[in-house]
């Protein structure tokens, strides 16, 4: 399905551009991935939550989902935040 996401994800909101509905979607799930020990998920889940930010802003027109970039952005900052604490987690741990 990745090669397909863009253009669904697109559809998708398109259909319904319902806020509520795009907040319960778990945008981040990956299934079942194994990681090694130096991966931060919270850099991760930026990157994908990114990644949706650039799709949304592509939508038109844009003032339809001006609510949800503001939960996208607030989404990125909590991602950000782990990253952090988790790097901060890694570095305490390891001294």
């Known amino acids: 399905m990745h090669p397909y996401f863009d253009g669904l994800f697109k ?5 319904n551009d319902d806020v509520a509905l795009f907040k319960k979607i778990r945008w981040t799930d990956q299934g079942t991935i194994i990681r090694n020990g130096d991966s931060i998920a919270g850099e991760i889940d930026e990157r994908i939550w990114q990644r949706i930010k650039t799709l949304v802003q592509e939508m038109k027109p844009k003032t339809k989902f001006f609510n949800h970039k503001i939960f996208i952005n ?4 909590y991602c950000r935040k782990s990253a952090i604490s988790e790097r901060k987690w890694d570095f305490l741990k390891n001294r």
């Open 74 to 77: 607030q989404q990125i900052d």
């Open 11 to 15: 559809r998708l909101l398109a259909i």
